[in-house]
């Protein structure tokens, strides 16, 4: 009896032991109050860890992280932002450490990177918003928001949201849509923004009629009584994951590997609901107003391939808006 209880107690002293500890350095494009939640979650979890957060848009964080690995000094150790395009662009380079969570079981493998490199954490899906003050009867499809009179519609512009640059990869290479439709934007006036936010600010404020979104932010606005409905056109939505990826050669890989079991676990994916977020996992309900995951018909097309044209595409598109 005396060797089982020794063993049983040096065993609960190892894993208190393999407990992760110290800095956890999280670059994310996640909103503050997200960000934060998330932290709290996982600190819940793992309080022994003390994450520092640097956050900013998509673009920004991944422009401030490479030129950091130019300078020969990365300083994250754990990257969560907008798109699966974006980590190809890493993983290419060898930017990212390869790590199956054994969480990710749990989740489809088309929101997985096959090597490991990175992983989906959440839906984001991109919609039509509409001022429920001024549109009686919302358009249904992409291809009849696009033929509104001018004036009528906001959007991120891809310059800035890597929700919108993912977007316009996808959008152009679907044949009921492509660039014939960012054609007839740029020549509608439409208003620019850098980030979703915005645009879901001036719908809601009745700056114009309607706005190209990312879900949950109508979503979210509307429950709060705000005068703001959703459409998920009828051609389908691109859909961003908001992948995690661990930097390779960073500094904490018991902290950061421990971070995206949290994104991944049943728990993570609650506080992503419990934030008003679509999960990933199965068995895990969508927040109030989302569709289910099963009823949406979705946008999509290869990330390398998306990410090898991101360049071209959003330079395409800055030229034929005037950015």
Known sequence: MRTLLTLVLTALVGL?????????????????????????????????????????????????????????????DVLLVADAPTF??????????????????????????????????????????????????????WADLAALPAGSIA???????????????????????????????????????????????????GEVPYGIVVDFLPIRASLEGSPVGVVYPDEGVPVITEPVGIVAGNANPEAARAFVDYLLSEAGQQVAVD??????????????????????MVLSADAADLAATRDADKERFATLFGE
């Open 88 to 141: 190809e662009l890493l993983k290419a380079r060898d930017l990212l450490e390869a790590y199956v969570s054994p969480e990710a079981a749990a989740i489809d493998a088309v929101y997985l990177d096959p090597d490991g490199a990175y992983a989906g954490t959440k839906i984001l899906a991109t919609v039509i918003a509409y001022n429920t003050a001024l549109v009686s009867e919302p358009v249904t499809t």
């Open 155 to 205: 959007m991120p512009s891809p310059s800035y949201s890597g929700a919108a640059a993912y977007n316009l990869g996808v959008n152009t290479r679907d044949d009921r849509i492509g660039w014939a439709w960012y054609e007839a934007l740029a020549g509608a006036d439409v208003l620019l923004f850098q980030g979703n936010g915005a645009v879901l600010r001036s719908v809601a404020g």
């Open 275 to 296: 934030m008003g977020y679509m999960p990933l996992r199965p068995g895990i309900a969508a927040p109030a107003g989302f569709p289910d995951l099963a009823d949406l």
């Open 16 to 76: 208190a032991l393999a407990q992760p500890s110290g800095t956890l350095r999280l670059y994310t494009s996640q909103p503050e109050a997200d960000a934060a939640a998330t932290v709290a979650g996982f600190n819940a979890l793992h309080p022994d860890v003390r994450v520092e957060v640097f956050r900013s848009g998509t673009e920004q964080v991944i422009s401030r992280f490479l030129l950091e690995v130019e300078a020969g000094s990365p300083q994250a």
